[in-house]
Structure formats: C-alpha cells, structure tokens
C-alpha cells in the first residue's frame, strides 16, 4: 500500500529543503520536528519606524510536542540581526542556532517530551525586504499618503511569513492564535488580523493590539497609515451578528462609504453560495493599501483605487473577499494546489455577476476569462511544487490557477448541477455538508480532496475529468465530422486519455446532450440543417479563434514595440 499523498509531499519537501533558500521561497518543506507540533500561538511585536524604514521585532512562539523533541527548526529572513533568542528562557548562542539559507536549526535546551509546551523567544532588528512590485513580489511597501503622512503595508505570499517574522513557512504552519502589538508613530493606525484588544497610546507611539483565530501565515499583514474607520455590524443569514470595518485612508471618506456599501452583499451572497462566513468571531475587514491587494484574513487590503467597474462591482474586493473561504478557512495543503485558492476565488467573480445581475453578465465575464488561459503548464504537477524555487517556476502554470481553475469549475458545475456543485465546495470548505457558526474549524485541502469530494456528492468517478484538465496542459479538442445523415464527434485529448464528457448540440431548432460514452457520440442531422457544438459555451476545450486572436495580438503587439525602438 503506497504512502497517503500528504505525508509523500511532506517527506519529497523536507528532502528538498536541506539545501535551498527559504528565504525568496514558500512551502519548501516542514522538517520532521516542524511536522511533530502544534503552533499553539505567536505573540509578536512590531515596532516600525518609517522614517529609518526599520523594523524592531519581539516574538514569543509556543508550541506543543505530538512526539518527543530535542531539536527544532524555524525559517527567518537573514537580513535581520539577532539580538535574543531563548527557549524556555535559556539563552542560545548564535553559534548554536545558525541561520543556513534562511532556516535556523537547534537543539533544545531540554529534551520535549509528548504533549509538552515549548517556547521560543527572538527579539531582532533590521530592514525588511523592500516589494519591488507588490503584491507580485513579497516583501514591505514605504509609501506617503496623499495627506503626507507614511503608508506602511506588508505583502508576502509568495516568500512567505519568515519576511516579517520567525514562522514555519508553509502552508500547514498556521499558529492557532497569534496576537499582535503594533507600535507605530503617534497619529498613525495599525490595521491589522483579528480583533482589536486595545490600543496603548503615549506621546510619541501608539501600539495596536490584536488577536486573530488561526490565520494564514502569509495572511499576518501589517498596515500603517493615517486611517479612519467605517464600522457596523453584520447580521447574517444565520442569525449570528459580527463587525464589519474598512479602515481607508483619510480623504476618502465619500469613496469609501460607497465601497463599503458593496460589502452586505457580497457577504450575503458567499454565506448563500458556499456556507457561513468563517471569522465571524473576528471581524469582516478591509484595509486601504498602497498596492493592489491580498487575502490578508479579516484585514484584506484593497487598492483598486475606488475604481467603477462595467460590471457594477468592484472586483479587487469581491475576489479578495472570496479568499476568506478559499485561502483562508480552507488551506491548500501544499502550492501544488493552490489553483483552490485561485481558481474557486476567480469562478466566484461571475457567479456573483450571475447572482447579481443575470447570465449575461456571467456569460461575459466567461468569455473575458477564457481569453486569459495560457495552457503552457499542468496545473497540478503531482508533487510538492514550492513558491520561488528553480524547479518550480519552471512548471510554473502562472495565472492559470486563476483562469483555467475557473473554467474547469465552470464545466463542472454545468455537468452535475448547481445544487451538487455547491455540496462539493462546502465539503471542500467545511468538511461538511452542513456548516453553521461554530460547527466547523480551518481546514487544509489538496486536489485529492476535492476530487474525492465530487466523487462523494454525485456518486460518480470523476478522476478522468480531472485527469485531463488539471494534469495536461493541452486542452481537449473536439473533432467533429459531418457525413450523409450524421454528425460524428469525438474527444482528443493528450496521451488519449480517457474523457466521456458529455456535451450539447444544436442542430436546427433541437437541442441534444450526447453522452459521449467513451468519448464518442453521433446525432442525426438532415441536409441543409445547422449545428453549433457547445450552444451555451459550458465546456472547457480547444478553441481555435481564441488561439487565432492570441496569435494575432501578439504579433501586432511585436510590430508595434519594433516600430517604437526605431524612433528611439
């Protein structure tokens, strides 16, 4: 009997971890003694000096031990100076902890034994790694707000929570609480995860408190700035009542308030479309940043600058938002899978347009995604595929996860039906078909699990299905043949993999499902008459024109760029 997928991947990463930078990289594996815990909670403070453009830290990190210890193993950024480091208040020399390539290993003052707590203590100092272009790329943005005071804001998917502070960076690493306290000059607000505790003020510093259940670790977000509040509280559909803040920048408030308008809404339609909002104990909260935005947990920064939208929404917020179910409550197990944080935050954006203002709007934003898949990857390679290193950016799917991830979801919604996809993403979510506030708890997920999750719901095999849209990146093609009578379709897919996936035609005014059983299927059609394959567009395949268009782009893209050197 082969090894369960999860400990395959936890053991491939841990292997290439031992010589690799984790420093610019995400996920590259737990060590065994990382795997053998429990984050019971993180107590960190910032102090943060724009004007030096500096970071003082302070954290205290408790763990309990599901086996025995007597080592253990930490990321942190090097950049950082080291001025304490303790466990259970007994002093580590530098030589005793060494930082290799981003990951500080040492030996326990006292052997851990099962069940037994642990803490480490750093205090540290430094310049944290500046965003060259943030989101895309981790690290701090030093900003000034239109009002000339400092706009501080963090971002580190990608390299992840060791930017800011010593974590175990990887997607199963979340501390079960992390509290924090947020010293910023005098004036200014520190918005940040969970609920706010309090707030120290003195005549020179501010320190904001909080504390958030279990968040993301890359999700942990300082944002600094001369903000004010918008608050309210929510009453959901399930009767349970929690606030709801958008901390926005001086200056815009009218703005603001219109944003903030959206978030009901939004709010109602993910509790009816998946389940109940995940953090309710928290808050629901928005946080205006210098960049265009991230699933920070309950603290989601937003900088689509107030932009209108065609569509009538604002879908920097809405996609954000949608990361609370799908990023935040439910975590991808490794990035392999990280097209369900993507791919389900991106279908969201047109059933909300669906939920909100009809089929058309869905149908454009369809088309709008369709045009932005680039199939030059799998999605899902099978393995363990960290963020950043050589390896993984070689098989990179790149926006894929977002847009093609959509469009499979798309496909299989319309296969199994609206109410048996919507089983799939609470299974997916909540682990269960019945989520109500307070009966569930965050929860990691790999592509298995959702596999297995439609499986379950619909009663059927599904694995050739995602076989052959999340393994290959080249998309199956419909070949069509008309003869005396008859019209012939057959699937194409790479390596011949089997895919019996029904499809519609129209053929005069009659509309028919074939089954494609065995990924064959014929109708009848008489002389004279028209047909259209895939009437309503609800298939995921090969579309030549699309390619045709990309072609063509790209090419008129390419003169004009040489036309422009020319004149230089």
Same mark, same amino acid.
């Given at each position: 009997?082969?090894?369960?997928?999860?400990?395959?991947?936890?053991?491939?990463?841990?292997?290439?971890?031992?010589?690799?930078?984790?420093?610019?990289?995400?996920?590259?594996?737990?060590?065994?003694e990382?795997?053998?815990?429990?984050?019971?909670?993180?107590?960190?403070?910032?102090?943060?000096?724009?004007?030096?453009?500096?970071?003082?830290?302070?954290?205290v990190?408790?763990?309990?031990?599901?086996?025995?210890?007597?080592?253990?193993?930490?990321?942190?950024?090097?950049?950082?100076?080291?001025?304490?480091?303790?466990?259970? %208040?007994?002093? &580590?020399? $530098? /030589?005793?902890? +060494?930082?290799?390539? =981003?990951?500080?290993?040492?030996?326990? #003052?006292?052997?851990?034994?099962?069940?037994?707590?642990?803490?480490?203590?750093?205090?540290?100092? %430094?310049?944290? &790694?500046? $965003? /060259?272009?943030? +989101?895309?790329?981790? =690290?701090?943005?030093?900003?000034?707000? #239109?009002?000339?005071?400092?706009w501080?804001?963090?971002?580190?998917?990608?390299?992840?929570?060791?930017?800011?502070?010593?974590?175990?960076?990887?997607?199963?690493?979340?501390?079960?609480?992390?509290?924090?306290?947020?010293?910023?000059?005098a004036?200014?607000?520190a918005?940040?995860?969970?609920?706010?505790l309090?707030?120290?003020?003195?005549?020179?510093?501010?320190?904001?408190?909080?504390?958030?259940?279990?968040?993301?670790?890359?999700?942990?977000?300082?944002?600094?700035?001369?903000?004010?509040?918008?608050?309210?509280?929510?009453?959901?559909?399930?009767?349970?009542?929690?606030?709801m803040?958008?901390?926005?920048?001086?200056?815009?408030?009218a703005?603001?308030?219109?944003?903030?308008?959206?978030?009901?809404?939004?709010?109602?339609?993910?509790?009816?479309?998946?389940?109940?909002?995940?953090?309710?104990?928290?808050?629901?909260?928005?946080?205006?940043?210098?960049?265009?935005?991230?699933?920070?947990?309950?603290?989601?920064?937003?900088?689509?600058?107030?932009?209108?939208?065609i569509?009538?929404?604002?879908?920097?917020?809405?996609?954000?938002?949608?990361?609370?179910?799908?990023?935040?409550?439910?975590?991808?197990?490794?990035?392999?899978?990280?097209?369900?944080?993507e791919?389900?935050?991106?279908?969201?954006?047109?059933?909300?347009?669906?939920?909100?203002?009809?089929?058309?709007?869905?149908?454009?934003?369809?088309?709008?995604?369709?045009?932005?898949?680039?199939?030059?990857?799998?999605?899902?390679?099978?393995?363990?595929?960290?963020?950043?290193?050589?390896?993984?950016?070689?098989?990179?799917?790149?926006?894929?996860?977002?847009?093609?991830?959509?469009?499979?979801?798309?496909?299989?919604?319309?296969?199994?039906?609206?109410?048996?996809f919507?089983?799939?993403?609470?299974?997916?979510?909540?682990?269960?078909?019945?989520?109500?506030?307070g009966?569930?708890?965050?929860?990691?997920?790999?592509?298995?699990?959702?596999?297995?999750?439609?499986?379950?719901?619909?009663?059927?095999?599904?694995?050739?299905?995602?076989?052959?849209?999340?393994r290959?990146?080249?998309?199956?093609?419909?070949?069509?043949?008309?003869?005396?009578?008859?019209?012939?379709l057959?699937?194409?897919?790479?390596?011949?993999?089997?895919?019996?996936?029904?499809?519609?035609?129209?053929?005069?005014?009659?509309?028919?499902?074939?089954?494609?059983?065995?990924?064959?299927g014929?109708?009848?059609?008489?002389?004279?008459?028209?047909?259209?394959?895939?009437?309503?567009?609800?298939?995921?395949?090969?579309?030549?024109?699309?390619?045709?268009?990309?072609?063509?782009?790209?090419?008129?893209?390419?003169?004009?760029?040489?036309?422009?050197?020319?004149?230089?």
């Amino acid at each position: 009997m082969g090894m369960p997928l999860l400990l395959v991947s936890l053991i491939f990463m841990s292997a290439a971890a031992a010589a690799a930078d984790h420093t610019m990289t995400s996920g590259l594996g737990m060590s065994p003694e990382q795997q053998a815990v429990v984050f019971e909670q993180a107590e960190l403070g910032f102090v943060v000096d724009p004007a030096a453009k500096s970071l003082n830290g302070d954290a205290v990190l408790t763990f309990r031990a599901k086996s025995p210890l007597s080592r253990f193993a930490l990321e942190f950024d090097p950049r950082y100076a080291i001025s304490a480091f303790d466990v259970d %208040g007994v002093a &580590l020399a $530098a /030589k005793d902890r +060494p930082n290799n390539e =981003g990951r500080i290993e040492f030996a326990l #003052p006292k052997a851990v034994a099962t069940g037994a707590t642990f803490k480490v203590h750093v205090s540290y100092n %430094g310049k944290p &790694l500046v $965003a /060259k272009r943030a +989101p895309w790329d981790g =690290g701090i943005v030093w900003a000034t707000a #239109p009002t000339g005071e400092p706009w501080v804001a963090t971002a580190v998917e990608g390299e992840g929570c060791d930017l800011l502070w010593p974590c175990i960076d990887h997607p199963m690493g979340k501390p079960q609480r992390v509290i924090q306290h947020v010293t910023v000059p005098a004036g200014l607000t520190a918005a940040s995860n969970g609920r706010l505790l309090g707030v120290d003020k003195n005549d020179k510093t501010w320190t904001w408190n909080w504390s958030a259940r279990q968040p993301d670790t890359y999700a942990i977000a300082l944002n600094i700035g001369p903000y004010e509040l918008l608050h309210n509280d929510y009453r959901s559909r399930y009767g349970n009542v929690m606030p709801m803040d958008f901390y926005y920048l001086r200056g815009n408030r009218a703005k603001a308030e219109g944003l903030y308008a959206e978030l009901p809404t939004m709010l109602d339609f993910f509790e009816e479309a998946i389940g109940p909002y995940p953090w309710s104990d928290d808050k629901v909260g928005v946080v205006e940043t210098p960049h265009l935005g991230m699933e920070h947990q309950t603290i989601n920064a937003y900088g689509n600058d107030y932009k209108k939208d065609i569509n009538g929404y604002d879908w920097l917020m809405q996609h954000e938002f949608a990361h609370e179910w799908f990023g935040n409550q439910m975590t991808n197990a490794d990035f392999d899978d990280f097209w369900l944080h993507e791919g389900f935050a991106m279908y969201m954006q047109p059933l909300y347009l669906e939920w909100l203002r009809g089929r058309m709007y869905y149908d454009a934003e369809m088309l709008r995604q369709r045009g932005l898949i680039a199939g030059k990857h799998p999605m899902v390679a099978g393995h363990s595929r960290p963020n950043g290193t050589p390896e993984s950016d070689a098989i990179d799917p790149g926006t894929d996860v977002y847009y093609k991830g959509a469009w499979i979801l798309h496909t299989l919604r319309h296969q199994i039906g609206d109410r048996a996809f919507r089983e799939t993403m609470r299974l997916l979510v909540y682990g269960r078909l019945d989520p109500k506030p307070g009966n569930f708890k965050p929860r990691y997920a790999t592509t298995r699990d959702y596999v297995d999750a439609v499986n379950k719901v619909t009663g059927r095999d599904w694995n050739w299905f995602f076989d052959v849209y999340l393994r290959s990146a080249v998309m199956p093609r419909l070949d069509v043949q008309r003869s005396v009578g008859k019209l012939k379709l057959r699937w194409i897919t790479d390596g011949d993999r089997p895919f019996p996936l029904p499809v519609e035609v129209r053929v005069g005014e009659r509309k028919l499902r074939l089954a494609m059983t065995g990924g064959h299927g014929e109708v009848a059609i008489a002389a004279g008459q028209s047909y259209t394959i895939d009437p309503d567009n609800l298939v995921l395949r090969d579309a030549p024109e699309i390619t045709a268009w990309k072609a063509d782009a790209a090419t008129r893209a390419k003169a004009a760029a040489d036309k422009n050197k020319g004149k230089q």
